[in-house]
T-cell receptor, first 113, second 115 residues
Framework: AQSVTQPDIHITVSEGASLELRCNYS??????LFWYVQSPGQGLQLLLK??????LVQGIKGFEAEFKRSQSSFNLRKPSVHWSDAAEYFC???????????FGAGTRLTVKP | NAGVMQNPRHLVRRRGQEARLRCSPM?????VYWYRQLPEEGLKFMVY????????ESGMPKERFSAEFPKEGPSILRIQQVVRGDSAAYFC?????????????FGDGTRLSIL
């Protein structure tokens, strides 16, 4: 069955520290992969996406993610977190031949001053 | 430079009433998706529509839920005879074209509360 797992429900980091949010997927073939961010009361904003090619993708707001086929992972990273990064982060996958985007349950990021 | 517009932002209904959620896609977008988000969960795909056509409704509950995207006007997600379990945030997204490579742009959602 197709699924997306975000193992960490809630992560707290200090401002200026590095960040890694984990995402694992289960899919028949390599899907398209996405990371979205959701601020309270808002919709989702696309941070970055992976379709093919270079497995390290750069996104907005200083985020990057690395696709590792052998681990079925697509972890999100940021070298130095800012207080404004506090939000909910969702990993999502979609098959290459369909439109059914599947989301993980999300990881809530808290940033300590 | 309007993005995806959803209204109302908040909707309160009593059990048994009907709820209508509206979504106006981004300018030039003809593909609309509806998702439901329960508390502490990610978004769950409900339905994918193009103008006047339902393309994929595999995520829609079999009863009480319907969606349309008419030639003119916004897309409508309609929930008849609402129950407490329908309380959720409903998000609409739109894209320029078909296929997974077309990024989906999300609205701010409608928070539906059932009394």
């Amino acid at each position: 069955a197709q699924s997306v797992t975000q193992p960490d429900i809630h992560i707290t980091v200090s401002e200026g520290a590095s960040l890694e949010l984990r995402c694992n997927y289960s899919y028949g073939a390599t899907p398209y992969l996405f990371w979205y961010v959701q601020s309270p009361g808002q919709g989702l904003q696309l941070l970055l996406k992976y379709f093919s090619g270079d497995t390290l993708v750069q996104g907005i707001k200083g985020f990057e993610a690395e696709f590792k086929r052998s681990q079925s992972s697509f972890n999100l990273r940021k070298p130095s977190v800012h207080w404004s990064d506090a939000a909910e982060y969702f990993c999502a996958v979609v098959g290459r031949n369909n439109n059914d985007m599947r989301f993980g349950a999300g990881t809530r990021l808290t940033v300590k001053p | 430079n309007a993005g995806v517009m959803q209204n109302p932002r908040h909707l309160v209904r009593r059990r048994g009433q009907e709820a209508r959620l509206r979504c106006s896609p981004m300018k030039g977008h003809s593909h609309v998706y509806w998702y439901r988000q329960l508390p502490e969960e990610g978004l769950k795909f409900m339905v994918y529509l193009q103008k006047e056509n339902i393309i994929d409704e595999s995520g829609m509950p079999k009863e009480r839920f319907s969606a349309e995207f008419p030639k003119e006007g916004p897309s409508i997600l309609r929930i008849q005879q609402v129950v407490r379990g329908d309380s959720a945030a409903y998000f609409c997204a739109s894209s320029l074209g078909q296929g997974a490579q077309q990024p989906q742009h999300f609205g701010d959602g409608t928070r539906l509360s059932i009394l």
